[in-house]
């Protein structure tokens, strides 16, 4: 049996922007632990958690990363995040494994970007939420401020639980034992702040309190998880993960008012597909079916394939059998490990609210569930919206002879994360690497040279324009072909339907009578499906449209599927041409973060690129957050522009919006482009 029962485990996720000082601080928590001897440093590439040598070399986190410690008699799980927005994706990720998500702002910066950010996710997900203001031991930090800022960005229910004291070099108590002075605010006013917002999740206990005017803490526990549950609460304490101030407490914290897996809000999962898809939440029982959610996946250049996963329900043993996703094959767990940053311990069993890693299992995959019985197939965990990954490049190997296996080594780099994706256009014959920002490429180009010895060289690549139409259309197309012998006969009728931007493709069979067999109608779909690939205005993928096939004829000898797939694809472009085909332009939601002054150059020079400003919201420091919607094709060289125009201190992130029509004249010169193209390639 494991050394810890679920109701005696904690899991949380450290968030929050770059350089908050979140590895930092999970080195202090381990270190107060006792996990590890003494806390190592960032700045001197001895963390547990930045292990990885990019991580050493840029001192920022790039993975999430888990470390586990004890405290109390109870087992933590932490997770320790990247804060810049390129691997943004890492955090979200780590976001289903946890019941707790501690929001780490840097008391120097004030709130920025991905705390913000991250409040909104850990909400979306239920997860209990608390804000950990770092660096009080820094010089001229306007502490008060810093606290005034959280509450006005994320709501009065942001209430501090302890407070900085001699300076910042301790924290003092607010709730359980409150007494003595703190450097600014009183403690008992504290105390009571967060007494009067418990008490409100339970009408007794609100009544006593009232009559009374006091209840006692153990009372308070209850009402206090739920508070957290129900985002009624936000708890607030202050640290310093340098000189080790406020860290026990935290620890404290966690132990006895972070949630237990018990007492945490349960993931959704949903069972089956499409109308029949069922919604149910898992039960922490040790004792129930198995439900794992893999959160992360790892290619690891030695132990290969690593699939990271929370036990949701039941309990997960090396001897246990486990199916993977829809798969009926079952496999043996075998070793099964917990890890400390870079480090793999082997553990017996892990119950609800672990953290575990089983290894060379290759079925696993990202966000699939692992569960220990035939019937329970089909599940899924309800999917975690992870931003659409719009920077891109266009990569093509450096040495002869690597272009086989770049294919499988992008597929290395995306099995482990969800914000990067490949696409290949053929008519350029252009593989196109996205993810959420240059760094993000970057770090990925790096481990494919340092991990896979493959060196690739980038250029920018073509805008991923897509091609829709804009009316309904009749097409028709007989395919005959008589040579020699056996002879080739199919013919097709086809309506097509505009669809609503976003809705992709459908295919649909009502043909009547048989006058296209059954048997057939695959091939009229596969000749359709070809036209998909390059559309007829500029030579992008089509999307957004309905094919009715309605009639047709067949010849009981000379009707082969080839003869459907031509007629196919021919009744499908004959009805295009009469539908009013289009180019859409890709259009990406920004979120820029730049000083205040700088905002009129920042927003002018968004609205002079086709683009609009969707809302502002003041952060602290002198900092602006800046929303907006900008066509991609406008974007080229956006982050050298945003550098210059706020001398170095902006930071921005883009995901895909939605795709819209594109201007005339764009279409134009898009059309003449491919016309040209086209014309080449016959010569
Ligand atoms: N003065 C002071 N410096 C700190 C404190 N915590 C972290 N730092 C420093 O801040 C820098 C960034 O710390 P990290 O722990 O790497 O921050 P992070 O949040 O993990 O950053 P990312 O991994 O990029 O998201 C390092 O130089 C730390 O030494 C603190 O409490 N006080
Ligand atoms: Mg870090």
Known sequence: MPKFATDHIRTVALVGDGAAGKTTLTEALLATSGAIAAAGSVERGTTVSDFDTLEKAYQHSLRASLVHLEADGTRIHLIDTPGFPDFIGQAIGALDAVETAAVVVNATAGVQMIAARMMEWAAKRKLCRL????????????????????????GRECLPINLPAGGGGRVVDCFFNPSGDADFSSVADAHRALVDQVVEVDEALMSLYLEQGEVAPEQLHAPFEKALRDGHLVPVCFASARTGAGVKELLDILVKLAPSPV????????????DAATEFRSVPDPAKHVLAHVFKVVMDPFVGKLGIFRVHQGTVSRDTQLYIGDSRKAIKVGHLFMLQGGKYVEIDAAVPGDLAAVAKIDEVSFDCVLHDSHDEDRIHMRALEFPVPMHGFAITPKRRGDEQRISDVLHKMIAEDPTLVVTHDPTVNETVLRGLGDLHLRSVLERMASQFKLEVDTRPPRVPYRETVTAKAEGHHRHKKQTG???????????????PRGAGFEFVDQVKGGAIPNTLIPAVQKGVEQVLAAGPVAGFPLQDVRVIVYDGKYHPVDSKEVAFVAAGRKAFLDAIAKAKPIVLEPI?????????????????DLSSRRGQVTGTQTLQGEMLAVNGLAPLSELDGYAARLKSMTGGHGAWTMALSHYEMAPANLQAELATEYAKHRRHEEE
Not at 134 to 144: Q, T
Not at 263 to 274: I, Q, R, S, Y
Not at 485 to 499: D, M
């Open 485 to 499: 012998g056996a002879g080739q006969f199919g013919e097709v009728y086809l309506r097509i339907e505009p669809l």
């Open 131 to 154: 804000v950990v203001i770092n660096r009080i031991d820094a010089e001229n930090v306007d502490l008060p401020g810093t606290l005034a800022a959280v509450q006005s960005a994320f």
């Open 588 to 604: 990406v939601g920004v979120e820029i973060n730049c000083p205040a002054t700088t905002m009129g150059d920042v927003t002018g």
């Open 263 to 274: 007492e945490g809000n349960p993931p959704l999962f949903v069972k089956g597909d499409g």
